[in-house]
Nanobody, 117 residues
Framework: QVQLVESGGGLVQAGGSLRLSCAASGSTFRLNDMGWYRQAPGKQRELVAVITNGGSTNYADSVKGRFAISRDNAKNMVYLQMNSLKPEDTAVYYC???????????WGQGTQVTVSS
């Protein structure tokens, strides 16, 4: 099994920055792509950014140029640097990891990000 624990959420003013961290533990050798999703009240969960084992990245159009995802495979960590935050970025942010061998997703418990205008 794999456990994911997020940290770094909080309240920030528009234009500010936050850095989210996700620590993976357990059977981390199973991990393939890792990423961040978010869910705002009344909305569906959406992909924010994803990073492969090799470091290739992909972003939602709404965060391109403002957010940056990175990962440290030696430490089993994935990060999301969020700059120029907007009120519409307010959501619960979830860390996600995909299993290397099976069609299975692992999820963290989520961390709240609130951007005030």
């Amino acid at each position: 099994q794999v456990q994911l624990v997020e940290s770094g959420g909080g309240l920030v003013q528009a234009g500010g920055s936050l850095r989210l961290s996700c620590a993976a533990s357990g059977s981390t050798f199973r991990l393939n792509d890792m990423g961040w999703y978010r869910q705002a009240p009344g909305k569906q969960r959406e992909l924010v950014a994803v990073i492969t084992n090799g470091g290739s990245t992909n972003y939602a159009d709404s965060v391109k140029g403002r957010f940056a995802i990175s990962r440290d495979n030696a430490k089993n960590m994935v990060y999301l640097q969020m700059n120029s935050l907007k009120p519409e970025d307010t959501a619960v942010y979830y860390c996600n990891a995909r299993d290397r061998w099976y069609p299975k997703d692992y999820w963290g418990q989520g961390t709240q990000v609130t951007v005030s205008s």
